[in-house]
């Protein structure tokens, strides 16, 4: 069966069984609270003697898990105190002042974005905190959950819920504007968003109550596979054939005369390996690669003398080359390099009126720009090719010089409804899982983001740096 289906299938049924659970009580009865009567704990929750207090961390480029988080927050809200922040605005240590932590952001190139993973990475031990997972997506939420759960259990938390919504997808470069599921979430996803947050703010609070088997198991085996594409492509239900020749044999690559991959040439992904530049690392300081590393294929252990320039040694059996991989994009060091489809940002800085704008400093999820010397412009490796920077600049003062090379093929694939990568999306709407508000006519097929000839290509809402939720 279809991997992607049946985790979805299964994390539905999970859902569905523990809210009937939740709802019905299924004859276990709640630990007795310290009083009788229905007084402000008991319906408020405690920890430890003291009210419940939650909070819901998000990520969110273009406003839609941001959107979410705010009616998840204001459906936890009504059962315990709770607040809500984007992750730029705290540090992952104070999530110790917290009990329960609902944690959200898009989903980029089939799962979690690294600021995501590296916060969750930087939160201290939650022993037996609950934990809610929710993410954005443009199709499907593809290995969100799986990825995220074991850097979650690393934290000690007890993750008791998950879910996804469709969200616009107004800054993904191959894509139609508008696309399919522009216009989520609308008032019906929030409306659900929050009904989900009371109920996980109602089953965090019964769990601090004594109820042990709201806990729900995660998926094990071989559907705990934390990234799909380990698979291969079969498992989205692709028929690669459509994609047309160019694309046979692989992506554009090495020995293609492009620089970074373009038509002409083949890459072969199991040639690829990261390089590991040891004069740049500085470990044992920082092992954020191997922390964040899905497979766990980095071992520090096996460095040796000979290793201390090229690295290599320490890259153990299990490297799967990811798409877009956690280890560069965790590495501020610029001690990763991994050959892949990723834009190149060139800034003219005679464009560019920094420091009056600082939009694609800001707004960048992994802090890679580096403008503290404007006649030399960085961008630092550990960028994730979101391209958000592009997107925002007001003054057209970045440009993307293979933009094509890394777009067109996918640009290619994805302009009809019945495209092979689209195949997903239009199944949902045939089950009912995604609700279309774009009729298919209004799509924008011929117009592709990443052929915008204006700037900005995307505006982001006034106070939006980063997307903050008000209510
Ligand atoms: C760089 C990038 C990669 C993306 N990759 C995927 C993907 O692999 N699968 C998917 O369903 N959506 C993908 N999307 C779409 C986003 O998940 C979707 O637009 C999301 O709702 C955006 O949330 P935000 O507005 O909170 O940033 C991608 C978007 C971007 C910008």
Redesign the pocket.
């Known amino acids: 069966m279809n991997l992607i289906h049946s985790l979805i299938g299964r994390r539905r049924f999970l859902l569905t069984s523990l809210t009937s659970i939740a709802t019905l009580g299924l004859g276990r009865k709640a630990a007795p609270f310290s009083h009788g009567s229905a007084g402000a704990s008991e319906k408020h929750g405690t920890a430890g003697g003291r009210p419940l207090k939650g909070i819901v961390l998000y990520?969110?480029?273009?406003?839609?898990?941001?959107k979410i988080a705010g009616a998840i927050h204001r459906g936890m809200k009504s059962v315990f105190q709770c607040d809500v922040a984007p992750l730029k605005k705290i540090d992952p240590v104070e999530t110790a002042g917290y009990d329960v932590v609902a944690i959200g952001?898009?989903?980029?190139?089939?799962?979690e974005t690294a600021n995501l993973r590296l916060f969750i990475n930087r939160m201290p031990l939650m022993t037996g905190k609950p934990c809610i997972l929710f993410?954005?997506?443009?199709?499907?939420?593809?290995s969100f959950f799986n990825s995220l759960y074991q850097p979650l259990i690393k934290k000690a938390f007890n993750v008791i819920g998950w879910n996804d919504w469709?969200?616009?997808?107004?800054?993904?470069l191959h894509m139609p504007s508008p696309y399919v599921?522009d216009g989520h979430p609308d008032e019906i996803d929030l409306q659900e968003a929050e009904a989900f947050g009371k109920e996980m703010a109602e089953r965090a609070r019964r769990i601090y109550a004594g109820e042990k088997d709201l806990i729900p198991d995660i998926p094990s085996g071989p559907d705990a596979d934390p990234l799909w594409l380990k698979g291969g492509m079969d498992l989205m239900d692709i028929d690669m054939s459509v994609l047309g020749a160019e694309m046979e044999g692989g992506m554009p690559g090495p020995g293609s005369g492009v620089e970074d991959g373009g038509p002409g040439g083949m890459m072969n992904y199991a040639d690829e390996i990261p390089k590991i530049d040891m004069t740049k690392c500085i470990y044992p300081r920082c092992t954020a690669c191997a922390d964040n590393c899905v497979e766990g294929a980095i071992d520090f252990s096996r460095l040796t003398p000979a290793a201390l320039v090229s690295g290599s040694s320490i890259l153990v059996e299990g490297c799967i080359h990811c798409q877009q991989p956690m280890c560069e994009r965790a590495c501020v060091y610029d001690a990763i390099t991994y050959r892949q489809m990723k834009t190149k940002h060139v800034y003219d800085m005679t464009k560019c009126t920094y420091p009056k704008c600082t939009l694609c400093i800001d707004n960048c999820p992994m802090d890679s720009i580096d403008f503290s010397q404007p006649e030399k412009p960085v961008v630092h490796n550990n960028c994730?090719?979101?391209?958000?920077c592009w997107c925002i600049c007001p003054e057209d003062a970045i440009s993307i010089p293979n933009i094509d090379e890394t777009h067109a093929l996918l640009a290619n694939s994805e302009t009809s409804w019945d495209s092979p990568f689209l195949a997903n999306l239009n199944r949902a709407e045939k089950t009912g899982r995604f609700r279309r508000i774009v009729p298919i006519d209004k799509v924008g097929w011929g117009n592709l983001v990443y052929k915008n000839p204006n700037a900005p290509r995307v505006i982001l809402h006034e106070g939006d740096y980063p997307?903050e939720v008000t209510d």
């Not at 990520?59 to 941001?66: D, E, P, Q």
Request: aromatic share 16%; hydrophobic share 15%; net charge negative.
């Open positions: 990520y969110s480029a273009t406003g839609s898990t941001g952001g898009p989903i980029w190139y089939y799962r993410c954005t997506h443009g199709t499907q939420p593809s469709y969200g616009g997808a107004s800054h993904v599921t994730e090719g979101c391209d958000l997307y």
